[in-house]
């Protein structure tokens, strides 16, 4: 064909832009086969020289963008509309203050480095290689962060008279009735013709050690689940193993529909990890390499297309004055349901995409205890209970074991079916905190007692963001490419909504179709 690699992208990067030029690069081996995303596009040194990039939003995607790009030479300027980087990632600590449109809460912990709450993202899983190797890059430090937690609970208010069951006891007592279910079809002969009489053996043998069934093949309950009384396990002497919970109770439970198999989603998976001391240490390390280029509490205002590029028209709110930057590209990272509102040049499908996109209506409450109750009484160390009021969750934390107080998290919605994130978002702060705190009586009574203080964010309340992320599983394909010199990252430029990764993802595939398009020219 005469044409060289290079020749060739730089032709998909100038007619197709972002994702063509990502995926192409992808399959050709440019990016590494397995691990595309673990690597930043390497621009060559020098090659971004006399062009200028404006970049929408400090959040994570905005400042890698920034990161990435000026290392070849760009250079960026990054707008933030509020006074500080990170975006969604917010880790809240004793003395800060945080508003949403219509609040400002002040965070009453005692200033220690374990009491700090992730009002945003929260956990990092083991092959989200972009921003894992940004906190290898930038030494930021991790600790595991536990998901999965069989001393956790399980609580529905319809199903075991509303009374909490373990993770142990629901994991264990499930999977024995449908090892045994399985088995009694397999021995009335139901499933011969799926299975040879070799295999029926071999299912049944199965069965058995997967569900800890009888020589019976039939489920009696199992010490995996535990042992009756405080003592969890077997001590000295054998107590009496749980009886198993009752099958047709389980089924009432909503605990199947997904909270039982949670860490089974592969976003959910172990490993799990956090950044000691809060997950704002990345947007800190992203700050501290690309602070100089952030114009904070600048407020786009419009997004317009030039015969040279871009102009961004925004509000300086620390000058009280309209400012206007023009470039020759523009990042925009502005989450959907701001940017539809700002006047722009977008073409209609462009738009279209934009408005198309709706974010959950999630809401986080964090608590100090004045006492570490869930380890001390329950043994519960990090992991997550589960409930079906709408609080939804309780998380205690990964971090600061054995101290004497400790954050957790109160509440985390992120379903709104039916409505509870928009009905916490509705209520006044202090209606949050004692809606939640009602709410975890019901799992840990007591519960109010033990709390100390408390902080809440509900995402569609917050100013500039207006949701925790996009519901979409993928971004329309419209965000994939650019509108001009307009390119879009953020989360919702990716099929990784409401995840760091994604927001890198998307500033690693903007900047290489950049590039592309550069040396095209
Ligand atoms: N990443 C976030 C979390 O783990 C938000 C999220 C939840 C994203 C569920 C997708 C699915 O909670």
Redesign the pocket.
Known sequence: MGMTKRDFLRSIGAVAGVGATYHTMSAMGLLGPVMAQATAPELPLGSGYGKRVVILGAGISGMTAAYELSKAGYQCTILEATGRAGGRNLTVRGGDVIREVDNRQWVDFDQEDHLYANMG???IPYHHRVILGYCKEFGVELEVFTNDNRGALFHNAEAFGGKTVTGRQVMTDLRGYVAELLAKAVNRNALDEELSGEDKEQVLAMLTAFGGLDPDHLYAGSNRSGYQGEQVHAGIAPGDVNDPLDFSELLKSDFWQYKLHFSQ?L??NPTLFQPVGGMDAIAKAFRARVGHLIQFQSVAEEIRKTSQGVRIVYEDQRRNQQGAIEADFAICTIPAPVLKDIPNDFAPETQAAIESIEF?H?VKIGFQARRRFWEEDHAIYGGISWTDQDITQIWYPSNGYHQRKGVIMGA?I?DDQPGQGLRFTQMTPPERLRTAMAEGEQIHPGYTDEIESGVSRAWLNVPFQKG??PRNYAAPPELLEPDGAIYFAGDQATA?????EGAALAAHAAVAAIHARVTAS
């Open positions: 993202p929260a956990r989603f976003n959910q959950e999630a985390y992120w925790g992320w990784l909504p409401g995840w760091q």
